[in-house]
């Protein structure tokens, strides 16, 4: 019932979710894809989410990973950041506060904690999912948001046409083949045509218009 | 119990001591008089007819003669005698003896005054009494000098034999110590099984059954632990998914009687959600959780639990650390302490001026969290420990906080105080941690680990 309801508040922020129900199907997903970010649960059908987690990263993986669980003591907490989780969320949560962990975990992974990014007239929050440019607030669908804020984790760098496609579709989803350039597209017109470059043949990178 | 032992084993051998110098004593005083007596009866016969010869030749009519002294033997006699005639008159005595007759009858055998013993015999149709004396004196000297020789050694014995006791006593029962020092570092932190040693049998056995005991104890605490771990997993799981998804109902529908409804379910499953973590918390309290075998420091422990409602996070209070240099730590099971003290923020939190920081002060006595707001009465002190007590009006809140916090103190082996005003201020409530003297200390390597 909880996954179903973070997938799909997930999904409405217009971010792709993958959701695997056990340790095996999660190491399945993560041999063939690249995740932005990873919700792990500690209690699961097939074992305890913990060494899964320090297997992760001892095999390389770099994502951040948020610990969200039952298990609500502080020594459970210490347990799992000891074993490589970039945050902890005991069960039960509000949707908000997961939001919130979620996005300023990516931004601390990214290097940059600070949720208010500047680019010339365009003001983004990434905290509280809002635009302003010129002083006016801009409206942003959920795929354009995602975009945008996929870009705006690392501003000035070339992020690919795949990496943005992972961001706005779940694996296995039919993707079209302009996708990613429709809601480019759209986003230019509503921040600026200069603010998001192309650069051709490997992909695109937010800059202050 | 060693000092009573080598008492009681000292007194006992020196006792026992006494009675078989008492034994012996009574038994070398038969056997004196009866040397003694054998001597004085020998000496007598031998002397009757030195003496007989000796009365024949005295002339009739002369008073007593006293024997002059043998050359060479001027000291004192032992033995002294006297020749008396059938009425008793003295006819010759040895130097040493007394002119007057012997107060012993004239009958042969033993007599006695009240200085000598005395033996007679006679000669001549009884018409010559020999009596032969020996002082009693003299036997007494004998006696005295053969209890001394008995009861001298015992001033030795009695100092070797408090050693010697207390040597074997102490060795005895050094596995005993060792054991109750092994049984005795044994508590809620630590029951691990007694280390193997060489144990004498009838202890092994004691050892044996303290580590089956241990055993159990450890077995029904995990057991404790482990259903309230689960508990809280079957309990939080469903009203997170509860809760998610009337979150995401609430999202769907546009606003309007059915939003309003599932405003007021998320409400009250934010309720349920800290009823439930409260009645875990108390079931947690209840599980024997407390101490812990290695100091933690608390620094890092309250800034994680500061960090739940601090002003980062959505809806949060801004909460004011006071870190202590050196970094302190305590023998405190980590879990316990954070509990304990989430529950004070919490209800510093809760029922603190909403305007104004928490603050949580590190001290060498444990941790004071204290918060602004109205002054609480004695009387409304002493109820907040009770379970479901709000202080009266004031009815947010579970009720249930200082009392876990309270239980959860005790079973850390400290004590939870509640002040207000808070200290140094003229209002606000003041809830401390304390520790016992020396419960708190400075930080192993003096820095946290991590």
Same mark, same amino acid.
Do not use: C
């Given at each position: 019932m909880i996954g179903d309801a973070v997938r799909s508040h997930i999904a409405s922020s217009g971010h792709a979710v993958d959701w695997a129900r056990t340790i095996g199907s999660a190491a399945e997903h993560l041999s063939v894809g690249d995740y932005a970010l990873v919700l792990l649960d500690l209690q699961l059908p097939d074992g305890s989410g913990l060494p899964f987690l320090k297997g992760l990263r001892q095999d390389g993986h770099r994502m951040p990973v948020i610990v969200v669980t039952a298990r609500d003591q502080i020594s459970d907490r210490i347990e799992g950041l000891n074993n490589g989780a970039d945050d902890y969320l005991v069960k039960p949560f509000d949707l908000g506060e997961l939001s919130a962990r979620m996005g300023a975990v990516a931004r601390r992974t990214a290097g940059r904690p600070d949720p208010l990014l500047t680019l010339g007239p365009v003001v983004i929050d990434m905290a509280n999912r809002s635009v302003v440019v010129d002083g006016a607030s801009v409206d942003l669908t959920a795929r354009e948001w995602a975009v945008l804020d996929r870009l705006a984790l690392r501003p000035g760098a070339v992020i690919s046409k795949a990496q943005i496609e992972d961001a706005l579709y779940a694996f296995g989803s039919e993707v079209e083949s302009n996708t990613v350039e429709v809601y480019v597209s759209r986003l230019r017109r509503k921040i600026g045509a200069s603010a998001v470059q192309t650069v051709r043949g490997v992909g695109y990178r937010l800059t202050a218009p | 119990m060693t000092r009573r032992l080598i008492l009681w084993l000292t007194g006992v051998t020196v006792l026992l001591w006494l009675l078989t110098a008492g034994l012996g004593a009574l038994i070398m005083r038969e056997e004196f008089d009866e040397v003694f007596d054998s001597s004085l009866a020998e000496t007598a016969q031998r002397l009757l007819p030195l003496v007989v010869e000796d009365v024949f030749s005295r002339n009739s009519g002369e008073g007593p003669k006293r024997l002059p002294h043998s050359p060479g033997m001027e000291d004192e006699e032992y033995l002294t005698f006297q020749v008396r005639d059938q009425d008793g008159a003295v006819l010759l005595h040895s130097h040493d003896a007394p002119a007057e007759p012997f107060a012993a009858p004239l009958e042969p055998g033993f007599a006695d005054t009240p200085t000598h013993r005395i033996f007679t015999t006679n000669a001549v149709s009884g018409s010559i009494v020999l009596q032969v004396a020996d002082p009693l004196a003299h036997r007494a000297e004998a006696m005295s000098e053969g209890l001394q020789a008995l009861l001298l050694p015992l001033l030795a014995l009695v100092p070797l034999s408090v050693i010697a006791v207390w040597t074997i006593v102490r060795r005895a029962l050094r596995p005993i110590g060792a054991l109750s020092a092994q049984i005795g570092a044994r508590s809620g932190a630590n029951l691990a099984p007694l280390a193997p040693g060489p144990l004498p049998p009838e202890l092994s056995t004691i050892a044996h059954s303290v580590d089956d005991l241990l055993d159990r104890l450890r077995r029904t605490i995990e057991a404790e632990r482990s259903f309230t771990a689960n508990s809280a997993h079957e309990l939080r799981t469903p009203i997170a998914g509860s809760l998610a998804q009337t979150q995401r109902l609430i999202e769907e529908l546009e606003a309007g009687p059915a939003r309003d409804r599932a405003l007021q379910i998320e409400r009250s499953l934010h309720g349920l959600s800290r009823l439930a973590e409260k009645l875990l918390q108390l079931a947690r309290a209840d599980a024997g959780i407390g101490l812990a075998a290695n100091p933690v420091v608390l620094e890092p422990i309250v800034r994680m639990v500061a960090d739940e409602f601090?002003?980062?996070?959505? /809806?949060g209070h801004p909460i004011d650390v006071v870190p202590a240099r050196p970094f302190l730590a305590a023998a405190i099971d980590v879990d316990a302490f954070a509990i304990a003290l989430r529950n004070l923020i919490e209800n510093a939190v809760t029922h603190g001026a909403p305007d104004q920081p928490v603050t949580v002060l590190i001290t060498p006595h444990g941790v004071d969290v204290t918060n602004a707001g109205p002054v609480l009465d004695s009387a409304a002190l002493l109820r907040?420990?009770?379970?479901?007590?709000?202080?009266?009006a004031v009815a947010r809140g579970t009720g249930l906080g200082l009392a876990i916090a309270d239980a959860l103190a005790r079973a850390m082996g400290a004590r939870l105080t509640l002040i207000s005003p808070a200290r140094g201020r003229n209002d606000g409530f003041q809830a401390s941690l304390v520790f016992p003297e020396?419960?708190? /200390?400075?930080a192993p390597g003096g820095r946290p680990e991590s």
């Amino acid at each position: 019932m909880i996954g179903d309801a973070v997938r799909s508040h997930i999904a409405s922020s217009g971010h792709a979710v993958d959701w695997a129900r056990t340790i095996g199907s999660a190491a399945e997903h993560l041999s063939v894809g690249d995740y932005a970010l990873v919700l792990l649960d500690l209690q699961l059908p097939d074992g305890s989410g913990l060494p899964f987690l320090k297997g992760l990263r001892q095999d390389g993986h770099r994502m951040p990973v948020i610990v969200v669980t039952a298990r609500d003591q502080i020594s459970d907490r210490i347990e799992g950041l000891n074993n490589g989780a970039d945050d902890y969320l005991v069960k039960p949560f509000d949707l908000g506060e997961l939001s919130a962990r979620m996005g300023a975990v990516a931004r601390r992974t990214a290097g940059r904690p600070d949720p208010l990014l500047t680019l010339g007239p365009v003001v983004i929050d990434m905290a509280n999912r809002s635009v302003v440019v010129d002083g006016a607030s801009v409206d942003l669908t959920a795929r354009e948001w995602a975009v945008l804020d996929r870009l705006a984790l690392r501003p000035g760098a070339v992020i690919s046409k795949a990496q943005i496609e992972d961001a706005l579709y779940a694996f296995g989803s039919e993707v079209e083949s302009n996708t990613v350039e429709v809601y480019v597209s759209r986003l230019r017109r509503k921040i600026g045509a200069s603010a998001v470059q192309t650069v051709r043949g490997v992909g695109y990178r937010l800059t202050a218009p | 119990m060693t000092r009573r032992l080598i008492l009681w084993l000292t007194g006992v051998t020196v006792l026992l001591w006494l009675l078989t110098a008492g034994l012996g004593a009574l038994i070398m005083r038969e056997e004196f008089d009866e040397v003694f007596d054998s001597s004085l009866a020998e000496t007598a016969q031998r002397l009757l007819p030195l003496v007989v010869e000796d009365v024949f030749s005295r002339n009739s009519g002369e008073g007593p003669k006293r024997l002059p002294h043998s050359p060479g033997m001027e000291d004192e006699e032992y033995l002294t005698f006297q020749v008396r005639d059938q009425d008793g008159a003295v006819l010759l005595h040895s130097h040493d003896a007394p002119a007057e007759p012997f107060a012993a009858p004239l009958e042969p055998g033993f007599a006695d005054t009240p200085t000598h013993r005395i033996f007679t015999t006679n000669a001549v149709s009884g018409s010559i009494v020999l009596q032969v004396a020996d002082p009693l004196a003299h036997r007494a000297e004998a006696m005295s000098e053969g209890l001394q020789a008995l009861l001298l050694p015992l001033l030795a014995l009695v100092p070797l034999s408090v050693i010697a006791v207390w040597t074997i006593v102490r060795r005895a029962l050094r596995p005993i110590g060792a054991l109750s020092a092994q049984i005795g570092a044994r508590s809620g932190a630590n029951l691990a099984p007694l280390a193997p040693g060489p144990l004498p049998p009838e202890l092994s056995t004691i050892a044996h059954s303290v580590d089956d005991l241990l055993d159990r104890l450890r077995r029904t605490i995990e057991a404790e632990r482990s259903f309230t771990a689960n508990s809280a997993h079957e309990l939080r799981t469903p009203i997170a998914g509860s809760l998610a998804q009337t979150q995401r109902l609430i999202e769907e529908l546009e606003a309007g009687p059915a939003r309003d409804r599932a405003l007021q379910i998320e409400r009250s499953l934010h309720g349920l959600s800290r009823l439930a973590e409260k009645l875990l918390q108390l079931a947690r309290a209840d599980a024997g959780i407390g101490l812990a075998a290695n100091p933690v420091v608390l620094e890092p422990i309250v800034r994680m639990v500061a960090d739940e409602f601090s002003g980062s996070r959505a /809806g949060g209070h801004p909460i004011d650390v006071v870190p202590a240099r050196p970094f302190l730590a305590a023998a405190i099971d980590v879990d316990a302490f954070a509990i304990a003290l989430r529950n004070l923020i919490e209800n510093a939190v809760t029922h603190g001026a909403p305007d104004q920081p928490v603050t949580v002060l590190i001290t060498p006595h444990g941790v004071d969290v204290t918060n602004a707001g109205p002054v609480l009465d004695s009387a409304a002190l002493l109820r907040l420990k009770q379970p479901f007590e709000r202080a009266g009006a004031v009815a947010r809140g579970t009720g249930l906080g200082l009392a876990i916090a309270d239980a959860l103190a005790r079973a850390m082996g400290a004590r939870l105080t509640l002040i207000s005003p808070a200290r140094g201020r003229n209002d606000g409530f003041q809830a401390s941690l304390v520790f016992p003297e020396g419960a708190v /200390g400075p930080a192993p390597g003096g820095r946290p680990e991590s």
